[in-house]
């Protein structure tokens, strides 16, 4: 407690100090870099520099008043009580303002200039084994409520609105205060920009009398600061939520849950095979997001989280092991590639995401059902005129169609239509086992080959998905495989996200940054995949929407 006093009295000397040496023209351009010439004349007229203020913690009375004297500070009368700073100890530490006693007092000094100013003294009264000893630890620590003070000697409210503005111009963003009912005054707090000179980061404006209206556009000011901070930090934690979804995914947790009935978190670790304390953990933090809830019986799937299921009709569980898995470490690379163009998934992995995904047959699989997992894209497809005209007989051909998710709904909805599934050899084989029992192997071909070898004479042609995976070049190309293919009469359906126009939202602009940093792809606009399109020889006909920011783009030879 001695150190610890004696590290109060320390830093009191040192603001002493600080409050003889400055002056108000010398003090305001450091705590606001660039204020100079007739801007700093006219803020140095309205307000002048009046304290310095620390924050001290007294075993008791006796020790303050010693502690002063040591520093050559004398003062008359007891401590006023501090509202504002007792309570924002109280918000600070989960504490009651009953419970802090924390006074005012302001011991003048002459300074260097012939002005007497004074050092505000803040002490919380810490009797030696109290349980504040943890808040005057912290508070020692961070120095929150040290700070140099303007007092504005015409109070009036155009003019604080005015001092208010300029403090922001020039950097200083709004920090709270408060009005204190016993001295009749006003107090706005700003931190000084990150680049101030001065060795203090909290500026007060000190108002005789009650300017509560101006305050609270000041403290409106400062919430709207920590919405953004706040807004902030829950982005820059979006990794944590990505990985508690695969986690979740992975553990299986999902399927050891039900949505009618709450299951309980013993039941549920000794399932899926984890520590009870850690999965609760999760849990919790997925209730947060609306992925599960809790109830008295335990934890309960959502109907969000119940997609995370491996049985659940359009499971999106595969999404989650990928996004979880390869395409997440290759995103640590994100920086790399907008530096260098160089895809970040090969720089992670040596290769592309083709090769490297069909070395690893389980890896190759998770691919080919994490395609299909977005498959509510699909659902409206089927019901394009295109295909809902096609006369009896006429063949579709999805091209790159991986697993036969998008030719299987086509088939379902048109039992007069053939289709052929053109994919790598692997990928071939995948399809047939899900179509066959689905009743649609009799009606579909199952070619095995690259986009060079699109079958010539058919009827429909269908991209999905697949265009966003090549740089312009390898568009163009595959496109001109197409249009040598298709018949003069024959369509082209191209379902791809496509960018809009005018910037506004879309999913469209997220999986831009995705193709880039894991498959060296892009997301394009209607008007870029027009061009391409031309300089294939086919021609835009038309674009209809889809969902998940989904468009089908219908082309035809030109």
Same mark, same amino acid.
């Given at each position: ?21 400055? $002056? ?51 003062? $008359? ?6 509202? *504002?700073? +007792?309570? +924002?100890? !109280? ?29 505000? *003294? ?13 808040? =005057? ?49 006003? *107090? ?13 980061? +909290? ?37 944590? #939520? ?104 090969? +720089? ?26 977005? !498959? ?50 692997? #990928?071939?084989? #995948? ?58 009469? =024959? ?10 126009? $005018? ?8 999986? $831009? ?22 300089? !294939? ?17 219908? !082309?035809?030879?030109?």
């Amino acid at each position: 407690m001695i150190t610890a006093l004696s590290g109060d009295t320390s830093r009191l000397r040192e603001t002493v100090e600080f409050v003889k040496e400055q $002056d108000t023209a010398t003090l305001l351009p450091l705590l606001l870099p660039g204020l100079d010439g007739p801007e700093l004349r006219a803020l140095a007229e309205r307000c002048a520099f009046s304290h310095a203020a620390l924050l001290v913690f007294p075993p008791d009375g006796a020790a303050l008043h010693s502690a002063l004297a040591d520093c050559g500070l004398a003062v $008359d009368a007891p401590p006023r009580p501090s509202v *504002v700073v +007792r309570e +924002r100890l !109280a918000v600070r530490h989960g504490r009651s303002p009953a419970d802090l006693d924390v006074g005012i007092l302001r011991p003048t000094v002459e300074c260097a200039d012939g002005a007497r100013r004074t050092v505000e *003294v803040f002490a919380l009264t810490v009797p030696p084994g109290s349980d504040l000893e943890t808040v =005057a630890a912290h508070e020692r620590e961070r120095q929150r409520e040290a700070h140099v003070a303007f007092e504005v000697e015409a109070p009036d409210p155009l003019v604080l609105r005015g001092l208010c503005a300029a403090f922001g111009q020039y950097g200083a963003t709004p920090d709270g205060g408060g009005y204190n009912p016993h001295e009749d005054g006003t *107090v706005f707090y700003f931190t000084a920009p990150a680049e101030a000179k001065a060795c203090y980061r +909290r500026v007060e404006l000190y108002v005789p009398g009650d300017h509560r209206d101006v305050l609270a556009a000041h403290l409106a000011d400062a919430h709207r600061g920590q919405q953004h901070a706040e807004t902030l930090l829950r982005l820059l934690t979006g990794a944590w #939520t990505t990985q508690a979804l695969a986690a979740f995914a992975r553990l299986e947790v999902a399927d050891a849950m039900d949505r009618e009935r709450g299951v309980g978190l013993a039941d549920l670790a000794r399932e899926v095979g984890a520590l009870a304390p850690n999965l609760a953990t999760l849990l919790r933090y997925l209730t947060m997001l609306g992925v599960v809830s809790e109830d008295r019986d335990g934890f309960r799937l959502t109907d969000t989280g119940a997609l995370l299921r491996a049985d659940a009709e359009g499971s999106m569980r595969p999404l989650a092991l990928m996004y979880g898995g390869p395409f997440y470490e290759s995103f640590a690379g994100l920086g790399h590639t907008v530096r260098t163009g160089e895809v970040a998934f090969e +720089r992670r992995f040596g290769e592309n995401h083709f090769d490297h995904f069909a070395r690893d047959p389980e890896l190759a699989e998770l691919f080919d059902q994490s395609m299909a997992a977005g !498959a509510r894209m699909f659902d409206p497809l089927p019901a394009h005129p295109v295909l809902a005209s096609a006369p009896a007989g006429a063949t579709v051909v999805d091209i790159a169609g991986g697993n036969g998710e998008l030719l299987g709904r086509i088939l379902s909805a048109h039992p007069r239509l053939h289709g052929l599934l053109l994919e790598r050899p692997r #990928t071939v084989e #995948t399809a047939r086992r899900l179509l066959g029992p689905a009743g649609h192997a009799q009606r579909c071909t199952f070619l095995p080959g690259d986009f060079a070898d699109v079958p010539a004479g058919c009827d429909v042609y269908v991209l999905s998905r697949v265009l966003h995976d090549w740089d312009d070049d390898r568009c163009r190309e595959i496109l001109r495989h197409c249009a040598r293919a298709m018949p003069s009469a =024959a369509d082209l359906l191209v379902v791809e996200r496509v960018l809009p126009a $005018d910037g506004s939202a879309s999913l469209a602009t997220a999986w $831009d940054l995705h193709m880039m940093c894991n498959v060296g792809g892009r997301e394009r606009s209607a008007a870029h995949y027009a061009r391409l399109f031309t300089e !294939a020889g086919l021609t835009l006909v038309d674009r209809t929407p889809l969902p998940l920011d989904g468009t089908v783009l219908h !082309a035809r030879r030109t």
